[in-house]
């Protein structure tokens, strides 16, 4: 075969092999936007039930009671904290019936949703069998004793945020929830309070309690042909920190350091090497302080307000120091005779400097708290 011929043979099957690589190329991300559609068809979603009165008369209704005992451990950094207390359930006999002919235990008709580390934890029925009330409902006690996890707060204000401590309880068993069964968690019209004596958090106050019913609806058929969706009640109980430990332990250090370096203008302008040294210490101070108060928060995707003010405050000894260097260099670089006024105007541009960082710094305290 000639040098030409096999030329001619070689691209030719360098073009088809172009050809080919492309069609699977299509053919890939083709079947991969597919598979996509095919896994994301379904969203899961946790909406609040509405009123009784517009459900249908065909559901079973559990009716559910929550009391915590003690809120401790919090971690912010690891979004958990640990709860002691009991949770009690009320049903029909119609209910006792389709749990005897399933075989459903009592612990196994409920689960704490957002419970972690099982190993280290109870949950737990107060009593063997469910107690047998009037009218031929049942009621089964259970206690708890467990690290959950909270991971839905926002901490754009910390550390004057509030906290939200959730504590979930929902149907467990998949025969509670199908196409021909649909049981329903429902907050018990007897309960009359939700926390005990050890209900308060450190360093927080308790600033409300609220106990809610919801539907959990699954993305997942768990490989069967229908969804779950699941009854749940919420326990929430919100916390608001407290102000005056939260200004004296995290604001007011980065006040007293940001005080020193507005107050460092006041220096005369002949004193530069003293007036470059305070601006650059400050930075120093506030990037530890920091530090320090991130090594309580867990990672972000947005500022907290404590993190604005370290911004406008890194600005501003920046800016301090930009403006000492001017100020030196203009100082020694005006002859002896002009060394008066050199400093006046130096002094002229350090007031303005002050006045425009203060109200540079209530702006941006207001627009980050709002």
């Given at each position: 075969?000639?040098?030409?011929?096999?030329?001619?043979?070689?691209?030719?099957?360098?073009?088809v092999?172009?050809?080919?690589?492309?069609?699977v190329?299509h053919?890939?991300?083709?079947g991969?936007?597919?598979?996509?559609?095919?896994i994301?068809?379904?969203?899961?979603?946790?909406?609040?039930?509405?009123?009784?009165?517009?459900?249908?008369a065909d559901?079973?209704?559990?009716y559910?009671?929550?009391?915590?005992?003690?809120v401790y451990?919090?971690?912010?950094?690891?979004?958990t904290f640990?709860?002691?207390?009991?949770?009690w359930?009320?049903?029909?006999?119609?209910?006792q019936?389709?749990?005897?002919?399933?075989?459903?235990?009592?612990i196994?008709?409920?689960r704490?949703?957002?419970?972690?580390?099982?190993?280290?934890?109870?949950f737990?029925v107060a009593?063997?069998?469910?107690?047998?009330?009037s009218?031929?409902?049942?009621?089964?006690?259970y206690?708890?004793?467990?690290?959950?996890?909270?991971?839905?707060?926002?901490?754009?204000r910390?550390?004057?945020?509030t906290?939200?401590?959730?504590?979930?309880?929902?149907?467990?068993?998949?025969?509670?929830?199908?196409k021909?069964?649909s049981?329903?968690?429902i907050?018990?019209?007897?309960?009359?309070?939700f926390?005990g004596?050890?209900?308060?958090?450190?360093?927080?106050?308790?600033?409300?309690v609220?106990?809610?019913?919801?539907?959990?609806?699954y993305a997942?058929?768990f490989?069967?042909?229908y969804a779950?969706?699941?009854a749940q009640v919420?326990?929430?109980?919100q916390?608001?920190?407290?102000?005056?430990?939260?200004?004296?332990?995290?604001?007011?250090?980065?006040?007293?350091?940001?005080?020193?370096?507005?107050?460092?203008?006041s220096?005369?302008?002949?004193?530069?090497?003293l007036?470059l040294?305070?601006?650059?210490?400050?930075?120093?101070?506030?990037?530890?302080?920091q530090?320090?108060?991130h090594?309580?928060l867990?990672?972000m995707?947005?500022?907290?307000?404590l993190d604005?003010?370290?911004?406008?405050?890194?600005?501003?000894?920046?800016?301090?120091?930009?403006?000492f260097?001017w100020?030196?260099?203009?100082?020694?670089k005006?002859p002896?005779?002009?060394k008066e006024?050199?400093m006046?105007?130096?002094?002229?541009?350090?007031?303005?400097?002050?006045?425009s960082?203060?109200?540079?710094?209530?702006?941006?305290?207001?627009?980050?708290?709002?």
């Amino acid at each position: 075969m000639s040098s030409k011929k096999l030329f001619n043979f070689v691209g030719r099957l360098a073009t088809v092999m172009l050809l080919a690589a492309g069609i699977v190329s299509h053919a890939q991300a083709a079947g991969s936007e597919h598979a996509q559609i095919e896994i994301f068809e379904e969203t899961e979603s946790i909406v609040p039930l509405g009123s009784l009165d517009s459900l249908r008369a065909d559901h079973d209704i559990i009716y559910a009671g929550i009391h915590v005992e003690k809120v401790y451990s919090l971690s912010l950094t690891s979004k958990t904290f640990s709860a002691d207390g009991f949770v009690w359930l009320e049903w029909s006999s119609a209910t006792q019936a389709h749990m005897e002919e399933h075989g459903i235990r009592p612990i196994e008709l409920i689960r704490l949703v957002n419970r972690i580390e099982t190993w280290d934890s109870t949950f737990e029925v107060a009593t063997d069998a469910p107690e047998r009330l009037s009218a031929g409902r049942y009621y089964q006690r259970y206690r708890f004793s467990s690290r959950f996890l909270d991971d839905a707060n926002n901490l754009q204000r910390h550390p004057f945020a509030t906290l939200e401590l959730p504590l979930i309880v929902e149907i467990a068993h998949g025969s509670m929830s199908n196409k021909y069964r649909s049981t329903l968690l429902i907050p018990h019209h007897r309960q009359n309070g939700f926390l005990g004596l050890a209900g308060n958090l450190s360093g927080y106050r308790l600033n409300s309690v609220t106990f809610e019913p919801f539907l959990h609806h699954y993305a997942s058929r768990f490989g069967t042909w229908y969804a779950p969706t699941m009854a749940q009640v919420r326990l929430k109980i919100q916390y608001a920190a407290d102000i005056r430990s939260a200004f004296i332990g995290r604001v007011l250090p980065l006040l007293v350091v940001l005080s020193v370096v507005l107050l460092s203008p006041s220096l005369a302008g002949s004193m530069g090497n003293l007036r470059l040294a305070i601006p650059s210490t400050a930075l120093l101070t506030m990037v530890f302080l920091q530090q320090a108060y991130h090594e309580r928060l867990p990672p972000m995707p947005y500022l907290t307000f404590l993190d604005k003010m370290f911004a406008c405050s890194y600005i501003i000894a920046l800016g301090l120091f930009i403006l000492f260097t001017w100020g030196t260099n203009v100082y020694f670089k005006a002859p002896d005779g002009e060394k008066e006024a050199a400093m006046r105007r130096i002094d002229r541009v350090d007031v303005v400097f002050q006045f425009s960082s203060i109200i540079f710094l209530l702006v941006v305290a207001v627009v980050a708290w709002f």
